[in-house]
Each structure stands twice: as C-alpha cells, then as structure tokens.
C-alpha cells in the first residue's frame, strides 16, 4: 500500500479515471492496527485497483473534505470524486471491507 505524504499528492492520485482505494487511518487507532492484521488478503484480492494510505493527523483537512467522521474509513475515488465511502463501524471485519468493495467496484 503505498503512502500518502501530502495533500497535494492525495489531490494528484484521486484524479485517476480508474478507481483509487485510500484507506485513511492514524496511529494512535487501535482499530487501525486490527484492520492492518486482514488488509493485506483484501489488497491480493482486489489486485486490479491501486492502494493507498493516508494518516488523517499527517495530512490535515483530507478527513474534515471527504467527511471522514471515524477511522479506519475507505474511500473510493474516481476522477477527483468520492464515490464510495465505508465508514469506522463497518470496516471491522475482512468480510465486511470484501463485499462493500465488491459492491462498489463490480
């Protein structure tokens, strides 16, 4: 997965016309850390789209922008557009990130 540094370079990424996976996450979150523990498997799943990570406290304002209220959240962008969003409670499990992704991106 590779990492988002600055706001500029999130603003670059998302303009793909393919979808875009980011994953926005901090530290100091333990659910972070749980999610950490099954990404990779999903990541093998979904091999066809790019992966990306960004630290809501490294990178400020991207969270506030795209309405990122808890975390771990994964985005979907496309075109410079949020068109998918799954939200803190229901990226607990590999199950439930795999078929919000299916949902999504199929």
Excluded at 16 to 39: L, Q
Excluded at 42 to 49: A, H, R, T, V
Excluded at 94 to 106: A, D, G, I, K, R
Aim: hydrophobic share 35%; with cysteine.
């Amino acid at each position: 997965m590779n990492h988002i540094e600055t706001e500029e370079q999130f603003n670059d990424i998302i303009q793909s016309d393919k979808p875009v996976i980011v994953k926005v996450f901090a530290d100091w979150c333990p659910d972070c850390k749980r999610m950490d523990m099954f990404i990779g498997d999903i990541m093998d799943e979904f091999n066809q789209y790019e992966w990306y990570e960004v630290n809501s406290d490294e990178v400020q304002g991207i969270a506030q922008k795209y309405e990122v209220m808890g975390i771990p959240s994964i985005l979907i962008f496309k075109n410079g557009e949020k068109i998918a969003h799954q939200h803190s409670s229901d990226t607990k499990t590999p199950e439930s990130v795999s078929e919000f992704l299916n949902q999504q991106l199929t």
